[in-house]
Each structure stands twice: as C-alpha cells, then as structure tokens.
C-alpha cells in the first residue's frame, strides 16, 4: 500500500505530540549530563501504550467512515491482534518499571522494542484509518 503523502504529515505530526515528553526528558537529562537514563525512564512505556491505543481508533474511525464492507472478523483480529501483542505487554512493562526500584537493563531494551514496536503499528494501522477518514 502506497502512502499518500498528507497522510505521511498527519501521522507525523500526532507522532511528534506523542514523544514530546521523550523529547523534555532529552533535554532535563542532557542538563544533567546523564543520557543514559533517557531509556531507564517509563515513558517509553507510556508512550506505547497511548500509539498502541491511537492505533485502534484511527483504524476503527476509518471503518467506520468507509463506505466500504469488511469482513467484521477481520477488523476484530487486527483489533485484538493490537491489544494482545502490543496493548497488553506495555502496560505489563509499565507496571513492572513503576513497581521496581530500578529498571534493568534487559527491561529498558525490552520497552524499547515495544516502543519501536507501537511506532510501527501506528504508522501502518494508522495510515489504513486515516486513508479511509480522508475517502469521499
């Protein structure tokens, strides 16, 4: 599928809001001359969790808007398939890093690839919603 190039922006631009407390962090630590602590932080988890829920609702908005039939099976197994392998172990990795003292550093690589992971998903699932929001 090819990716107009409006929704490209759109998409960014939602992305940009959503890291704006990583972005806040980069500049407290960098006063700190601590960055390696950016990624012992919880956000990223929180982060996940928010692009892992904007990805449901931009695909569910764009169902919903379409003119369009689909397979309700369909739209309810990339739903789950969100919720289950992506939702679900944030907010796991969120409540073991609010609960431990201190981040370990398998813990901090693994927020991190779910992070990477909510990134994907909000761009790709993102990007199938909001094409169908912008269908006449």
Known sequence: MKIDRTIKYVLSSELIFTLLPIIILLIVRSYE????KIFYNSEWSIISIILFGQSIVKFS???????????WQLVA??????IVFGLIPASIILVLNLTC???SFGMAILQLIVFIISVLSYYFIGAIGQKMLEEK
């Open 77 to 82: 197994l990339v739903i789950s398939l969100i």
């Open 101 to 103: 003292s201190n981040i």
């Open 33 to 36: 001359n601590d960055y390696y």
């Open 61 to 71: 908005s764009g169902i919903a808007n379409s003119k369009e039939t689909f397979r």
